[in-house]
T-cell receptor, first 111, second 111 residues
Framework: RKEVEQDPGPFNVPEGATVAFNCTYS??????FFWYRQDCRKEPKLLMSVYSSGNEDGRFTAQLNRASQYISLLIRDSKLSDSATYLC????????????FGTGTRLKVLA | NAGVTQTPKFRVLKTGQSMTLLCAQDMNHEYMYWYRQDPGMGLRLIHYSVGEGTTAKGEVPDGYNVSRLKKQNFLLGLESAAPSQTSVYFC??????????FGPGTRLTVT
């Protein structure tokens, strides 16, 4: 089993739709969780951190479920500009500042 | 504010040649990382550094060496390039918040 798993997609959704991605992680001792966005042939950029209490930033909501060991990302009112690959990132435990990246979920928002 | 910069952006090497990739950050971050990204595999950690003068191996260190002589710079060296090292290389840095900031990447082709 991979340490961090994501559905590769692609998720093809119409503009205005709501879409959700999940990411599962295997190490229950992981402490920090993030969603990054990566556009084609570009570097990953931080979208949002995922806190135990959940996190919302405009149209984006991230949730953490420690019991089931997954994090989720919800995008409401999808825009064409949301088309990208979304990477789930989990830190390795023990504060080593090392991270495990999922392979990403590709989203296409269609006009 | 430059953030994280990488040079060069593109490079083509012949098998057996050597080269050095330079990463520079202006955010006074202690932690710096070198990753490679290959299709379907996500980002994999090559080497990392937890401060000036320190380096450590990541998941895929073979064939690479690194140096962190100055806090703001992290160099990745390929001693004898192989076709398997054809990849996109990303440098990243982290401060105290665990969030990583990435450079724009170096696209390396080894023929």
């Amino acid at each position: 089993r991979k340490e961090v798993e994501q559905d590769p997609g692609p998720f093809n959704v119409p503009e205005g739709a709501t879409v959700a991605f999940n990411c599962t992680y295997s190490n229950s001792a992981s402490q920090s969780f993030f969603w990054y966005r990566q556009d084609c042939r570009k570097e990953p950029k931080l979208l949002m951190s995922v806190y135990s209490s959940g996190n919302e930033d405009g149209r984006f909501t991230a949730q953490l479920n420690r019991a089931s060991q997954y994090i989720s990302l919800l995008i409401r009112d999808s825009k064409l500009s949301d088309s990208a690959t979304y990477l789930c990132v989990v830190n390795r435990p023990s504060g080593t500042y090392k991270y495990i990246f999922g392979t990403g979920t590709r989203l296409k928002v269609l006009a | 504010n430059a953030g994280v910069t990488q040079t060069p952006k593109f490079r083509v090497l012949k098998t057996g040649q050597s080269m050095t990739l330079l990463c520079a950050q202006d955010m006074n971050h202690e932690y710096m990382y070198w990753y490679r990204q290959d299709p379907g595999m996500g980002l994999r950690l090559i080497h990392y550094s937890v401060g000036e003068g320190t380096t450590a191996k990541g998941e895929v260190p073979d064939g690479y060496n690194v140096s962190r002589l100055k806090k703001q710079n992290f160099l990745l060296g390929l001693e004898s390039a192989a076709p398997s090292q054809t990849s996109v290389y990303f440098c990243a840095s982290t401060g105290g918040t665990y969030e990583q900031y990435f450079g724009p990447g170096t696209r390396l082709t080894v023929t």
